[in-house]
């Protein structure tokens, strides 16, 4: 049978992918939107377990200036909450109410670390001066979501008094890419201290991003119902504006000299534009340029190479818990989006020197000596703890409370580990491990009141969205960045070799998330209606 032949296939179903192809269709191109899974949304999921209802990936969102104008332009109307943070250490917990708690942060910190008062003014002296960069970044609606052809008052009144802030912030953020760890011991001693700081960041997190994230938490909302909303409402607009989504089709192979894609039933499909917004080493490992002229054919093995040299960044391990104890016992102790750290001593090398000695003399090392380490690792960790029912009070049976408690965790770890065949066993001493460090310390009601557990690793991570390593946030900052990573060359992230092929989502631009990975899911499809635009009018 001929296959039909869309004006754009998207591969992806994630934000990045539903983003592109909710623009596409709304600009009445005739739209494929392929996801292997049954439901759209990635990383951006929420689903029901036993009556409870959790979020999948990522717990809450920030808008960065780019959520909320991506709606109104895109007329979706999504019920929204705030998500309000509590950041705590030991028995010490502090409710971020807005600006002014960066001072309660700092008596926290100093209650903690009396004899650090100097070092902790400096970091809080760089943590506020990072703040107002992103009041800049941040402080209007992102251009790209504006029409800037019509709306002249946003042109004048926002965009040109803005553009030379941003120029110069954008200038100073770029001096501040060097990683976290790295940047904290010019201004920091005490090795405590420094990596209660900066253990919940993927490893080398580019300072300027690690240390923004005291107004990302001023910046998060939730969607009522979950995460899962937004996805569901793009993935409405794209039907309702007549474009396609098929779901549970895996793309297998990219005949891209032929402009096929082919999928794990070997249907074929055929596109003039193809936007990937999946994993970019799947899609250079499946890619075939035969027919192409040698030019484009060098310059798709020299991006092959660097891909697939790189690696994703670090991974999660998420615990869900249904818990027979109220709302109320916990909306008592924290907010429902809670970063909290057991112990002040921090990981120290636990999860760097430790860790890595563990993964290189994997073969000779017991389990033994593996646990041992585990009891570290999760006595001393940093957890994000997600309580759905504290945003929206539907998310859970009366009287119940469902919980998220996840930490970033090594992929390698749980590949190695299940190689060897204990994978299960070691789940089990994990989740154990996390609920006693948990219920020792901040929740103590937890203990005997579990109905309902279970948990998501990294690998679980990489069969459900096809991401390599597991990675949550696309490419690990410790190698060489294969990709854009500088603001203002974002617009060129979405470009590959092949000029019928675009690339959008967390592999395509560094450091990514959920708000830069709809940014490129509009820029790609920008790049599509620019292209059929020009080549209508010749
Ligand atoms: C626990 C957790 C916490 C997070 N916290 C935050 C946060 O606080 N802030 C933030 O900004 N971000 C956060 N993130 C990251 C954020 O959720 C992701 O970076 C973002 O959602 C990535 O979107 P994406 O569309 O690029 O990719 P994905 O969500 O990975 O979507 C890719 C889609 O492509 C599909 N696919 C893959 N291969 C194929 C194929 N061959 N054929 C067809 N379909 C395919 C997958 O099934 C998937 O649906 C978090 C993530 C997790 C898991």
Redesign the pocket.
């Known amino acids: 049978m001929p296959e039909i032949k869309y004006s754009t296939i998207i ?9 592109s192809a909710a623009y596409l269709s709304a600009a009445g191109q005739k739209v494929l939107l ?4 049954r439901e ?6 929420s689903f029901t377990h036993d009556g409870f209802q959790f ?8 808008d ?1 200036g780019i959520i909320f104008p991506m709606l109104k332009d895109l007329g979706i109307k999504l019920d929204v909450v705030k998500s309000k943070v509590s950041l705590g250490i030991e028995n010490e917990i502090l409710h971020i109410e807005d600006l002014s708690s960066l001072l309660k942060y700092r008596e926290l910190l100093l209650k903690l670390y009396p004899e650090c008062k100097v070092e902790i003014d400096e970091v809080l002296k760089v943590i506020r001066k990072i703040m107002k960069h992103m009041d800049v970044l941040y402080g209007i609606e992102n251009p790209v979501f504006k029409d800037l052809k019509h709306d002249r008052e946003f042109i004048f009144r926002k965009l040109l008094p803005w553009m030379p802030r941003f120029i110069f912030t954008v200038g100073k953020i770029n001096k501040m890419n060097m990683p976290v760890e790295e940047y904290l011991t010019t201004i920091v001693k005490n090795t405590s201290l420094r990596d209660i700081i900066s253990q919940h960041f993927f490893k080398n997190t580019p300072t300027f991003f690690a240390l923004s994230y005291f107004s ?1 938490y001023l910046d ?1 909302f939730y969607p009522k119902g979950g995460v899962g909303k937004l996805p569901e409402a793009l993935k409405n607009k794209i039907l309702e504006c007549g474009g396609e989504i098929k779901t549970e ?4 192979e990219v005949i891209a000299d032929k402009s096929l894609l082919r ?1 794990q039933n070997n249907i074929t499909y055929k596109y003039d534009n193809l936007i990937w ?3 970019l080493k ?1 899609f250079y490992k ?1 890619t075939g340029t035969e027919g192409f002229p040698s030019k484009i054919k060098t310059s798709f093995e020299e991006s092959k190479t660097k891909m697939l040299k790189n690696r994703g960044g670090d ?2 391990f ?1 615990l869900f818990l249904g818990v027979d104890e109220p709302l109320e016992s916990f909306r008592k102790i924290a907010n429902g989006h809670f970063f909290y750290t057991p112990s002040k001593i921090g990981l120290g090398e636990t999860h760097r020197g430790e860790l890595n000695y563990i993964l290189t003399n994997f073969e000779r090392i017991d389990k033994d000596q593996i646990l041992a380490w585990l009891d570290k690792f999760t006595g001393l960790n940093t957890y ?1 703890i997600s309580i759905p029912g504290l945003k929206d009070p539907e998310m859970v049976p009366p009287g119940k409370t469902g919980i ?1 408690i ?1 930490f970033l965790a090594e992929y390698d770890l749980f590949n190695l580990i299940q190689k060897a065949g204990w994978l299960d066993e070691f789940i089990s001493e994990l989740e154990n491990r996390v609920l006693r460090v948990i219920s020792d310390s901040v929740y103590p009601m937890l203990k005997d009141k579990i109905i309902a557990r279970f948990s998501f690793t990294p690998l679980s ?1 990489e069969i ?4 390599s390593e597991g990675a ?3 490419w690990s900052f410790q190698k060489f960045m294969p990709v854009v990573n500088k603001i203002q060359n974002s617009d060129h992230s979405v470009l590959t070799p092949i000029p019928s092929i675009y690339q ?5 631009y560094s450091p ?6 709809i940014l ?2 509009k820029l790609a499809a920008d790049r599509v209606l620019k292209k059929m635009k020009k080549f209508k009018a010749t």
């Open positions: 591969v992806g179903g994630g934000i990045a992918g539903l983003t392929i996801e292997k899974n759209c949304g990635g990383l951006v999921n979020d999948a990936g990522v717990r809450a969102l920030e960065a990302l998060y089709t895996k793309i297998t999928d917004a999946a994993d799947t499946i991974s999660v998420s994000e998220i996840s991570i459900r969205v096809g991401s949550i946030t696309g959008a989502g967390q592999w395509a990514a998330g959920v708000p830069m990975s490129t899911g």
